[in-house]
Nanobody
Framework: QLQLVESGGGLVQPGGSLRLSCATSEYTLNGYTIGWFRQAPGKEREGVSCISSSGATADYQDSVQGRFTISRDNVKNTVSLHLNGLKPEDTAVYYC?????????????????????WGPGTQVTVSS
């Protein structure tokens, strides 16, 4: 059972930056497609970004394109989401999720239903 843990959330002013990390202590993230999701109070969970197991393909929600950057380090066994130019509407609990890539090493998805393993989430609050 792959166990994920997110870190790096916090309170930041509008326009500020954060770096979220997704890691696992017992297994490797190599061979897994990784997605980042967020859920604000009263709203459905939405896909923010994803990265293929090879690292060659990444995808972003339109609202974060150009502000957020996803990356993975298969040596350090982590996947990061860099959040820049944060806005109050980015406030949410952020989750990372993983699914075995199998044959799809160059693809990723932003649909929650595609993922098997989830972290507990980390809170990001953007407020002045």
């Amino acid at each position: 059972q792959l166990q994920l843990v997110e870190s790096g959330g916090g309170l930041v002013q509008p326009g500020g930056s954060l770096r979220l990390s997704c890691a696992t202590s017992e297994y490797t993230l190599n061979g897994y497609t990784i997605g980042w999701f967020r859920q604000a109070p009263g709203k459905e969970r939405e896909g923010v970004s994803c990265i293929s197991s090879s690292g060659a393909t990444a995808d972003y929600q339109d609202s974060v394109q150009g502000r957020f950057t996803i990356s993975r380090d298969n040596v350090k066994n982590t996947v990061s989401l860099h959040l820049n130019g944060l806005k109050p509407e980015d406030t949410a609990v952020y989750y990372c999720a993983a699914v075995p890539a199998s044959y799809w090493r160059e693809r990723c998805w932003r649909e929650p239903r595609m993922y098997d393993y989830w972290g507990p989430g980390t809170q990001v609050t953007v407020s002045s």
